[in-house]
């Protein structure tokens, strides 16, 4: 009689089937498979930002950046408050001239170092125009010194301006590392401006225009008051108007996220290939691989991935941290990967949460080009 268990058999065949493991792996557009990213810009930090638009925004679970002139900050206690709740805290000069014949260094480097000093951790990313007059020599400037991203004044007009990545959608373009900034300039990026007289029909139009075309779209704010907040600085509007815009925007179920986020995701997602390392029947080893290595420095964010598996809930995502070096970097990954922290496994890999979107699919957030993400079938039991 035989002794070997029938049970045994279906996992034997599965862990020794002559199929390999063979998931299909994809970049998402957006950050948790969102259908546009949103950017709220608040220019010049007056009365209303903090007494009204932080804690608006707050209790939407939203964020938004704020473009300080440092000068004009009389209290930064404010500001720690509103970065601790994730809010971007930006550049916009130290006395907001126009760019002509200005120094650099002044305006600038120094506004950006003020920033740091006065919120301790904290590290600026993206640049915002005063007036939205640009120079090349300034934009030279801002990508030579790391920033990011500058955001500009110009309104988004066609399908390709909030579309944000056509040149990805073409194959020759987007295999040429020269030309992975695309069409657009990341150093005048457009922006749609918040005035006292825009209806709300028009506010909502840009959001759906984004979600149409899967592509993107920042809003630049000026005043915001109510009857005992006064903030008349320029193109005010009451704090109805700005309720009424965040819940629009909560009810379309975008990536509503700061300026410095969203265009770190373009950036990355645009110089991010998958490359497959290695499969067998219960795993897969692939690597998110930059075309251009370290755009971003040391300043990790996940990009989020798709995989379709023949079953979702067996599939475990480890990810190695053998590019790292050392263990102060682990430290700032886990903290890029954010609320749901990735674990640290013994062996010094990552375990990355895995969300399941159907019976055949998972999403992961993953850092490109810090090791290789493996996918693990878990027999079931
Ligand atoms: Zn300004």
């Known amino acids: ?51 009204i638009v932080v804690p608006e925004l707050q209790k939407r679970g939203m964020v938004a950046t704020f473009n300080v002139i440092t000068a004009n900050v009389k209290d930064w206690e404010p500001l720690r408050h509103a970065a601790s709740l994730g809010n971007e805290i930006a550049d ?12 650099f260094e002044d305006e600038v480097a120094a506004a950006e170092r003020k920033i740091e000093a006065e919120i301790p951790g904290y590290k600026v990313y993206t640049f915002a125009y005063p007036y939205g007059e640009t120079t090349d020599s300034l934009k030279q400037y801002l990508a030579e010194n790391g920033y990011w991203a500058a955001r500009g004044t110009n309104t988004p007009m066609t399908d390709d301006d909030f579309a944000a990545d056509t040149h990805l959608r073409d194959p020759q373009r987007a295999s040429d590392s020269s030309k992975v900034n695309g069409p657009i300039d990341y150093m005048d990026t457009k922006t749609y401006s918040v005035l006292s007289e825009t209806p709300l029909s028009d506010y909502a139009e840009q959001l759906n225009h984004a979600k149409r075309v ?14 005992s907040i006064r903030d008349f600085s320029y193109a005010w509007i ?36 998958i490359e497959k390392v290695k499969s067998s029947s219960n795993e897969y080893v692939f690597r998110l691989k930059e075309r251009q290595p370290k755009i971003f420095g040391d300043a990790y964010r996940p990009l ?25 970097s682990l430290q700032e990954i886990v903290k890029a990967y954010g609320t749901e922290k990735a674990e640290i496994k013994p062996n010094g890999s990552l375990q990355l949460p ?15 080009n810090i090791g290789d993400i493996t996918l693990i079938v878990q027999p079931s039991h």
């Open 304 to 328: 989020s991935i798709l995989v379709t598996v023949p079953n979702a809930e067996h599939i475990t995502v480890l990810q190695n941290t053998d590019k790292l070096g050392d263990s102060s």
């Open 1 to 51: 009689m035989m002794r070997f268990p029938l049970w045994l058999l279906p996992l034997t065949m599965v862990l020794s089937g002559c199929h390999s493991f063979e998931p299909k792996v994809e970049i998402l557009r957006w950050k948790e498979n969102k259908q546009a990213a949103v950017a709220l810009t608040f220019d010049d930090w007056t009365p209303g930002h903090p007494a």
């Open 354 to 368: 895995v969300t399941i979107i159907q019976p055949n699919q998972i999403l992961f957030n993953a850092i490109p």
């Open 214 to 227: 899967g592509g993107m779209v920042t809003f630049l704010y000026h005043s915001v008051y109510n009857d």
């Open 238 to 273: 009451t704090d109805t108007v700005l309720r009424q815009q965040l819940d629009t925007l909560a009810s379309l179920d975008l990536w509503v996220t700061t300026y410095a986020d969203m265009m770190h995701y373009l950036r990355q997602y645009a110089n991010t290939t």
């Open 92 to 103: 916009h000069t130290t006395t907001h001239p126009h760019p002509y014949g200005i120094s």
